[in-house]
């Protein structure tokens, strides 16, 4: 059998193989770099070789008289322009060439635009910076001594490096639980600089027709229609003469939601010299100078009765934004979804406080495959969790088991305010538990121990189990907005005379197989086979407004408006083939595909038939206009909150500390699943990058402020080779408020699995007596970690 025929098209929800497959396996996608205009020109950027310095000149007389060189296009050139400083999506501002100083590694100071791209970077070699290196802030610890250098001067008024406090929960009632408490178990740790690093790198083709004066901008963005406002309200250029084209994307998570400088300069490059001009950065670029995810030092404290019972969650944290604010998270939220630090158990007060500081690093806190800062909180309560289980010595799943939030208390309000719409948690933990025969492991271990506790060297095994709920699908007005926009998003459904139809999305596929997903929804709805639908998005002119893909929101926002629309055609329908069969509306009856007269299936009208009959000249019912179609714009009630239970199990070589993971099991619930085969695909991602984070990924930098990862010799992966068969599990617990119970599932992975990897690392070290130790848990951080430490027989075995 073919895996083609093991997964026959359905009509509905189910296995199918991707639709876009067809053209990314022949090498038909159609990617940013791979478009070519008529008389386009090439960008090239130069960059800061400091962190920290003030320009003293910039001397571009050398390049401009390259004779492939356009234009050169300094801070000056941009101020002159009104367009030396664009909005970050936090309400700061980034310097889009650098005038007054630097302000991190890689910093763009100047574009140069030439007729082709090596010309364009030979010409960067012929500007001339003068630069007067300054001390820069590269530890977040020390951004707010009184003596740190003052990185954003540009700001009035600034005298330190302080961006924003932020705080969730009852401090008071917390203290109060703290202190009546019988234990706290306490813990420093860093979640720390990481990168999406996605296969295709950011760029542009800048093409402003100099006739029309329209723009457009062929650009990889997770978010045409945020991508088109923020230029119309920067650039001051009408929206309506502003296309955001996002055609095929290598890959986003995460990094592909901001604006870039090199975006602008292409832009103004294409001002300058009338003619399209085309910026595509390079892996360095890539890794020195677009959004960075996490740089959390965070500071827990977790509460509990002598017996297990967790009371109280207490947060403090640095977190690192670099050198502008960027990230990408909603305005009401400066620290993101960390208020979902609570995790999955049933506790009677939290109470979390975050201070944002600059550093003179690359910008960000954008994103990497996390819903906004759950990636952190979830690894922060996960850790904590199996930090108190250390200290109580108990069995780590089974105090997770004992805290989990039950079933009957969902709707469940968070001591921080999330509504977690739906769940069985306990359920979930016990497959995994089942799956990855957990007994059965602790009994190896414990013999594993007693052997090496007698002197016998071997592996260690570690067994780590995380939990985590995640909040995706952003979301409700009350809760969130970006630059003021709100985050409804759009469908428009037109079912053609023939019974194919066309469904548009503001919605933007980077790799997740939204032309086959949203085409399996509406096949659900309507019994049109998906191989019929075509799904548009990525193209500003073509689709309804909505702001686009992350945090997981593809599904329960525009998947919703699938539903809805698919709905609303459907009712559509039922009045045409009520005028067709002569009958009242209220005597048919919907079975997938068709409407017919109750009492009598044979009397029926298929979908495509009445799709024709919408077009012709039957007489229709009063107040019913012709043709198929129908348009939604879906405001959340609510996020969606998928979890799971992830068991990972590892071997440890405790002689040079290299980790192998053995086994991993994920049960993951995101409600009803469209595309299994896609949902598994999207786990499977997620569990290799949560390995990459637990082992090996890092952005470093030393102390000056160089960056040190800016290939992937240095910016470690994780490949294959790191990677076990992974087991997946599932339950389906559906989302009350969505049309089709669906929840996000495309970050769940990368959010539950790095606490999993390093609690089963921290539990083969236990008989160390190793109670933290911070990502990544390269073979020396954990050689490190276990010297001086000599094996405890105590500790060894239990
Ligand atoms: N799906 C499903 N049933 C569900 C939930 C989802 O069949 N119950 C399907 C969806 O219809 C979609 C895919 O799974 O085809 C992912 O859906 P969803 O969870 O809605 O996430 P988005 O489509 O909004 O994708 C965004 C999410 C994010 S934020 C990052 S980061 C990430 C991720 O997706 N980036 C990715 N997965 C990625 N996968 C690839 N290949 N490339 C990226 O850049
Ligand atoms: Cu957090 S990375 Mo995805 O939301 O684009």
Redesign the pocket.
Known sequence: MTAIEEHPTPMGFGRMHRKEDVRFLRGHGNYVDDIVLPGMLHGAVLRSPHAHAKILSVDTSAAQAHPKVRAVITGETLAGLNLAWMPTLSHDVQAVLATDKVRFQGQEVAFVVAEDRYSARDALELIDVEYEPLPPVVDARHALDEDAPVIRDDIEGRTDNHIFDWEAGDRARTDEVFAAADVVAAADMIYPRVHPA?METCGAVADLDPVTGKLTMYTTTQAPHAHRTVYALVAGLPEHRIRVVSPDIG????NKVGIYPGYVCAIVGSILTQKPVKWMEDRSENLMSTSFARDYHMHGEIASTKDGKILGIRVKVLADHGAFNGTAQPSKFPAGFFGVFTGSYDIEAAHCEVTGVYTNKAPGGV?Y?CSFRITEAVYLVERMVDVLAYDLGVDPAHLRMRNLLRAEQFPYLTKTGWEYDSGDYPRALRMAMDMVDYDELRAEQAQRRELNANGESGDLLGIGVAFFTEA?GAGPRKHMDILGLGMADGAELRVHPTGKAVLRLS?Q??????E???AQIVAEELGIPPDDIDVVHGDTDQTPFGLG????????VS?AATAVVARRVRERARLVASAMLEVSPDDLEWEKGRWFVKGDPEAGKSIQDIAMAAHSSLELPEGVEGHLDATCVYNPPNLTYPFGAYICVVEVDSDTGQVRVRKFVAVDD??????PM??EG?IH?GLAEGVGMALMQVMAFDEDGNHLGGSFMDYLLPTSLECPSWQLGETVTPSPHHPIG??????SATVGSPAAVVNAVLDALKPYGVRHADMPLTPAAVWRAMQGRPLRPDLAIT
């Open positions: 996605p890959g986003g998570f995460g994103a495959a995706v919605c596929s980077q790799g997740q197989g939204h086959t997903t949203f893909t992350y945090g997981s929101r593809s599904t329960p998947g995101c409600g009803v699943r469209i595309n896609i949902v999207q991602g669906a929840k996000g599932i495309g970050e």
